[in-house]
């Protein structure tokens, strides 16, 4: 049976050089999933690591982090993020997880503080009066990623990986949100988060219309009567992709479900601290 608690393995590495953890520097955020743009997963700022020090006796798991909901989007990390929380004064290094229920943590990395690591959370679905979609529990409504196998017989939230503007202080995610008893009863939100607060800065449901006449020609060649829109679906789509932060706007791509439907792709941009607009 599926269970909303899980527990993430943090695993870092200590080198016997060092008394404590290697510091994250600044040249060393994980803001973006496989660290940049191109998608490399390569951190061309490393200088520590060689192959005479990675090995077995200098790796291992330092501690575990509970959690709400399965992981499936990669952590990102933040070094020297100024707060007010007591376990996290003036600064620290901060590690974002996001979950499968719609939830949003910042842990603090620094070894001494792994008696209280939690600094902030956040309950995404509940800032705008909904609940993660539970699979198992639709009440008859469609909802196309509950088939995806990564994601069946259990709860969806988060899945695509956020992206984090340093400049701003700003985290965008995208969750699944269900609300039970309403129309439509399936939306996917893109949130802007303060990582030094956790404060929703911005929320707005994704929506948009397209031209065609069924969702299966969606901006097709095959050039559809005029006035025709489709309405884009979540029911029908799943946001699996990580989210692109470029020259300051935001990009979310939906993949569809079943594949015989059109994927779609938007852009954002935050406009004055408050309002996410679409492109």
């Known amino acids: 049976m599926f269970s909303p608690l899980r527990r993430l393995r943090v695993i870092l ?10 510091p994250i520097s600044d040249a060393q955020n994980v803001t973006t999933w496989h660290n940049d743009n191109y998608r490399t997963g390569w951190q061309q700022n490393e200088t520590i690591l060689t192959q005479s020090n990675v090995n077995q006796s200098n790796f291992g798991l330092l501690w ?5 909901g399965h992981v499936l989007a990669q952590p990102l990390a933040v070094a020297n993020v100024p707060t007010t929380f007591s376990n996290c004064t003036p600064s620290c290094n901060l590690v974002f997880i996001s979950t499968e229920m719609d939830m949003l943590y910042a842990f603090n990395a620094a070894p001494s503080a792994q008696s209280n690591p939690l600094v902030w959370s956040v ?13 198992n529990n639709l009440n008859g409504v469609t909802f196309g990623a509950c088939n ?40 996917y939100y893109l949130f802007a988060v303060n990582i030094r607060s956790g404060a929703v800065l911005a929320k707005t449901p994704i929506t948009a219309t397209v031209p065609g ?31 692109l932060l470029l ?18 792709l938007f852009g954002y941009q935050l406009s004055g601290g408050s309002q996410l607009s679409r492109d």
């Open 148 to 187: 995806a196998p990564s994601l069946s017989n259990g709860l969806i939230g988060v899945t695509g990986t956020p992206v984090i503007d340093t400049s701003a202080n700003t985290l965008y995610v995208v969750g699944a949100v269900y609300f039970a008893g309403q129309s439509p009863t399936i939306a």
């Open 123 to 135: 309950n995404l679905a509940s800032q705008v009066a909904a609940t993660a979609v539970d699979c």
């Open 213 to 243: 006449q069924t969702l299966s020609n969606a901006c097709s060649s095959a050039n559809p009567l005029p006035g025709n829109t489709v309405s884009f679906t979540p029911s029908y789509h799943i946001q699996r992709s990580a989210l």
């Open 64 to 68: 575990q982090w509970s959690v709400s």
């Open 13 to 22: 590495f200590c080198l016997p050089a060092f008394t404590s953890l290697v």
């Open 247 to 264: 020259n300051g706007g935001v990009y979310v791509a939906f993949a569809p479900l079943p594949e015989t439907y059109n994927g779609r």
